[in-house]
């Protein structure tokens, strides 16, 4: 294996949906909770509705050979996660309003679930890199709240699509359209709660 493609699949490990889901997470519990033990409580209840879920989900796709592998696989061999997803996604929004979570993480939740029904329905005919969506519409989450001092996390997203075309699993224009997307839902929704501008 030649340096770039460890590289790639390195950065493509490290910046995948799931783990960029929880960093995010926890920042948001942890910017708006009132005490330490307020955060850690809405970073389990968020985890446990969304990103485990989904996680194990994967596992036993991919252990029952229904998926190729955890983040390259066919289009095809998404639907089920998407469907899974979309309706954790709901629940998980609805149980966040419902007991009064934190406004960041309930907005960012449902940004997350207006994103996976798009993605869904995009996935009925072509591909897009979820890599560099979650990894663009964090950038976003993050430059919202915390404005310019957050600015420096846009190196990861030229980071992520590139590894995602190293490696062959998008095209050029996949993981564009897959950030673009991501950024224009999380700011479309923030701004229509009225956390943006």
Known sequence: ?????????????????????????????????????????????????????????????????????????????????????????????????????????????????ISIVIFMAINRFWKISLHTAFTAASVAVLIIVYGATAAWTCVFLPLVGWARIELKQHSFTQVIVGGLLAVTIVSGVFWGFGLVG
């Not at 929880?22 to 948001?28: A, D, E, P, W």
């Not at 194990?56 to 066919?74: E, Q, T, W």
Request: a positive charge.
């Open 1 to 113: 294996m030649i340096m770039r493609e460890r590289l790639a699949k390195l950065a493509s490990n490290i910046l995948n949906p799931f783990l960029v889901s929880v960093v995010v997470i926890v920042v948001l519990a942890f910017q708006t909770a009132s005490s330490t033990a307020d955060a850690v409580k809405w970073v389990l209840i968020a985890i446990a509705l969304s990103v485990l879920p989904v996680f194990i989900a994967v596992i036993y796709l991919v252990h029952r050979k229904r998926m190729d592998g955890f983040f390259a696989n066919p289009r095809e061999q998404r639907n089920d996660v998407y469907i899974l997803a979309s309706v954790l996604g709901a629940i998980g929004c609805g149980i966040l309003w419902y007991v009064k979570a934190p406004e960041l993480l309930t907005v960012s939740f449902t940004a997350g679930l």
